[in-house]
C-alpha cells in the first residue's frame, strides 16, 4: 500500500488529468497496485484508489510520485 505524495498534473493531457481528478487521484489518498498488463510494454496498470480499481497507462502512472506507507 503507498500513499499519493505528488501529481505532476502539468505532465498530463488535461483530458487524463481531469479523468484523474473526478476519480479521486489527490495527493494523500492511499493507492495499491494490483497488477500489470501481460503484454510486452506492461500495460494498463490496475491500481485501487479506495474501493474502486483503476487501469493507468505506464506514462500516466509515471506522473504519479507515491511513498510506501507503513
Known amino acids: ?3 499519493i505524495r505528488t501529481i505532476h498534473w502539468d505532465d ?3 483530458q487524463e488529468g481531469h479523468r484523474l ?3 479521486g487521484f489527490e ?3 492511499a493507492i495499491e497496485a ?3 498488463g501481460i503484454l510486452m510494454w506492461r500495460d ?3 491500481v485501487r484508489v ?3 480499481t483503476v487501469a493507468l497507462r ?3 502512472a509515471a506522473a504519479i510520485d507515491c511513498e510506501l506507507s507503513a
Do not use: F, Q, W
Request: net charge positive; no cysteine; proline share 12%.
Open 21 to 23: 481528478r473526478s476519480l
Open 50 to 52: 479506495g474501493r474502486m
Open 1 to 3: 500500500m503507498a500513499v
Open 27 to 29: 495527493p494523500g489518498v
Open 58 to 60: 505506464t506514462n500516466v
Open 34 to 36: 494490483l497488477h500489470k
Open 12 to 14: 498530463l493531457p488535461d
Open 44 to 46: 494498463p496498470l490496475a
